[in-house]
């Protein structure tokens, strides 16, 4: 496969379905067979439950808020008004698709910083505006999570699967539109490591813009394209 093909967040296999299943993210159709699958499918039922008790935890940081009256009013005329839809109100903030659609991609990227952080050890706080990737590719079982910190200037992996081969190393691109690929080192081994980013690329380093992991020789590649192929890859996402 090429570096520069398209691979999107959703090609994350079970484990992602069932971390959004989890989140309540998924597409009715998908979560009403998720659902299915649960009761049929050991394996996919420890996912689920494994996900359930990574974020269980972050509901304790959260305070109860008493919702608006007018909320659950709203939700009751939604529900049970016997209204025709030719005399429904105008559309809503909360009926507007892009809304959802917006919403939904918000969870994911918090998926991703809230699976990155554990692993990474950083302290939860304010995202300053951070950009996170989860990086698969098909076929491959070499999954990563990054998490890009302007502010820091550094990239942060989290290495969730896969090892690389005898004699071999990871190398991370960055790959922006039809540009060719542009190295950002060899990662080190370990499930956390970081990359310093030079202060005169950070500013390419935007939402859209592709990461890339190849497999290549001991110490990286030595001709500064990748020459091995290509393990992971994803875009980056502002949280």
């Given amino acids: 496969m090429s ?12 484990d992602l379905v069932a971390a959004e299943f989890v989140l309540g993210v998924l597409p009715v159709e998908e979560r009403a067979a998720a659902a299915r699958r649960i009761g049929a499918e050991p394996d996919f039922l420890h996912a689920v439950e ?9 509901a304790s940081a959260y305070a109860p808020v008493e919702p ?7 939700i009751d005329r939604r529900l049970f008004s016997q209204q025709p839809a030719a005399a429904a109100r105008p559309s809503s903030f909360w009926s ?47 999954r990563y999570l990054a998490v890009y910190d302007p502010s820091a200037g ?11 081969a005898a004699g071999k190393d990871f190398q991370l691109w960055t790959i922006e539109g039809g540009n060719i690929p542009v190295s950002m080192g060899v990662i080190p081994s370990g499930q956390a490591v970081r990359l310093p980013v030079d202060p005169a690329f950070a500013g390419k380093l935007t939402a859209g813009v592709k990461l890339a992991i190849s497999l290549e020789p001991a110490g ?3 001709t500064g394209q990748p020459t ?5 890859v994803g875009d980056l996402f502002r949280l």
Avoid at 3 to 14: K, L, M, Q
Avoid at 68 to 74: G, I, L, Y
């Fill in 96 to 142: 507007s698709l892009t809304f959802w659609r917006g919403l939904a991609a918000a969870a994911v990227a918090a998926l991703l910083l809230a699976v990155a952080i554990p692993y990474m050890g950083a302290p939860v706080g304010e995202p300053r505006g951070q950009l996170v990737a989860s990086l698969v590719a098909d076929g491959s079982d070499v």
């Fill in 220 to 222: 990286g590649s030595p």
């Fill in 228 to 232: 091995g192929p290509v393990v992971s």
């Fill in 3 to 14: 570096i520069a093909d398209d691979h999107r967040p959703d090609e994350g296999g079970d």
């Fill in 154 to 164: 550094e990239v942060s992996l989290s290495h969730v699967s896969g090892e690389r």
């Fill in 68 to 74: 608006p009256a007018s909320v659950k009013a709203a």
């Fill in 50 to 58: 494994r996900w359930e008790g990574h974020f269980a935890p972050m």
